[in-house]
């Protein structure tokens, strides 16, 4: 009968104890989240956890003693290799590294690798790797990365033909192997595609497949259903079974898909305020890319974005278009008019003069008010000149000191003869000479007393009133008429702005003096400002620094 020592016994117990605690941490090892590996000096594999089929797909024992380097992405081998080398040099050390590691299913995986020198301890000899898959948190890295570098492009160009083929050419490779942008006109046809594929030589047959199903009534699959019923399309994998309806539309696009190796596709379209005004399509032709829902909504924030920029760009077109055939338009109509209206004062006030000197007053009063009308058309056309000149920042200013009671007394003297109803006042004056173009002040002062004047019908008075601030003169045209509701108020100085009721209707006008003469009481560094109260009547006031900041005699935008 064998008898144990207690000793034996002991040692026994311990044994056991280590092996349990070595199966312990083999299966901690085993079952982490993290892969494991030991490599040697040399970069060959000596041991990897079961872990790694999650990481990267392969077994243990299929990269035994295999190197590390062959698996890595060529453009992340260089950084690997120059670490890898440092860390043989640090015994005890570590170092962390991103790179990509081939998948076995042929994608690249992005790794975050800790490696931990241990070559000089006896118990394991070896240089220790954590790996950890970090493809997904990288690929949402990199659509951030793409969304905001299509959203500088777009914005940073109205010119859509360009913007559009870098965008295409940002998304190839990294998120297809090739991509469409495709354009409809008003019509509904499209007007024009941008292409990038991988293979710079398989554009054509990218076109050559749009061209071979564009007109068919209606499509199963691809750019034109996009279009057509204005829904995001997703197919992960390209099968036989989906392209089979394609073919079974047009046999000829067999071979063109054949040749192209599609292998996944996603497509959305490009929508305005409801409307399809395009689509962007993305095609893999690698078996590891598979679009999936992450990408597709990818898809649908850049083509929001870029759907976004070319309603913006077609906003700015008209707005320039419009602005070119309205501009040049009054610019030219008013410099035609200006000359015809300037001979034909000449002549009414010639005739005038001698119908008075014959005697025929009733005849001579009748030209008296021809010329009153005149002066009138005379003041629209310049008017309508100075909002082109303002447009094109032409306004011309000639500056001077000049006697601001002198201009407005000559202001009144002009306007009060338009008016039989009203009395045009001048309370107050002003003692410094102010700094300024005289005409131009005039001209807006004009403005508000003609407006003074159609804006109370019913009145009788109207008064210039004109005070000595500290730094400006001010003054002010007090109408008794029919005010202005508040809500214009902030309007009026806008170009074209009319006041829009029923009862403003019956004045004429073009919604363009009060818009000249903010811009002329600005050009002086002065503001215009109105107070009024609907049916008390107005009153429109302007500042005129005593010295401009701007001193130069003539002032001419460039
Ligand atoms: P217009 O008189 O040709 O319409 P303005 O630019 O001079 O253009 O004026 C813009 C609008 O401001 C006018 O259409 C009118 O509704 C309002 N307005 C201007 N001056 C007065 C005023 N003195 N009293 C009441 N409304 C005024």
Known sequence: MAVHSKKDTAT????????????????????????????????????SSDSIERVLGYKPEEILGAGAAPYLHPDDLPLFLERFTSLLQMPGGQVT??????????????????????????????????????????????????????????????????????IVQLLVPSMADYCRIALLDNQQQIKEIVVNHIEPEKIALVRELYE??????????GLQRLLETGQSELIPVVTPEVIAPLAQENPAVLPIIDALDLTSYMGTPLIVHDRVIGAITFSSIQPQRRY?????????????????????????????????????????????????????KLYVQAVQKQLVRRGEDHLASSFTKMDAQLDKLTLLIRDLLNVSRIELGKLDFQK???DLNGVIKETLEQIQPTTSKHAIRIEGKIDQPVWGDKDRIGQAL?????????YSPQADTIIVRVTAAQDAAVVSVQDFGIGIEKEHTNHLFDRFYRVNDPEE????????????????????????????EKGQGSVFSFTLPYKSSTLSPRDVDA
């Open 97 to 166: 590294l991103e790179y990509r590691v081939k998948h076995k299913n042929g994608s690249w995986a992005w790794i975050e690798a800790t490696g931990s020198n241990y070559l000089h301890d006896p118990h394991i000899q070896a240089i220790v790797g954590n790996f950890r898959n970090i493809t997904q948190r990288k690929q949402v890295e990199e659509r951030q990365r793409l969304l905001n570098e299509a959203s500088e492009k777009l914005v940073s160009s109205l010119d859509h033909q360009i913007t559009l083929q870098e």
């Open 446 to 454: 004009t403005n508000l007393l003609t407006n003074a004047i159609k």
């Open 12 to 47: 026994t117990e311990s044994q056991s104890a280590l092996e349990r605690n070595e199966e312990r941490f083999r299966a901690l090892i085993q079952h982490s989240a993290d892969a494991i590996q030991l490599l040697s000096a040399e970069g060959n594999i000596l041991y």
């Open 400 to 402: 001077d000191l000049f």
């Open 292 to 344: 999936t829902n992450e990408d597709l909504a990818f898809v649908e924030e850049l083509a929001r974005r870029i759907a976004l920029t070319l309603d913006n760009a077609r906003l700015y077109q008209e707005a320039q278009k419009a602005i070119a055939l309205r501009d040049d338009f009054i610019s030219i109509a008013s410099h035609e008019l200006r000359t015809p209206v300037t001979s034909l």
């Open 212 to 221: 071979q199903y564009k007109d068919r009534a209606s499509s199963s699959h």
């Open 505 to 532: 209707k019956t004045y004429p006008g073009l919604g363009i003096g009060l818009y000249i003469a903010n811009e002329i009481i600005k050009r002086h560094d002065g503001t215009l400002s109105v107070e009024s």
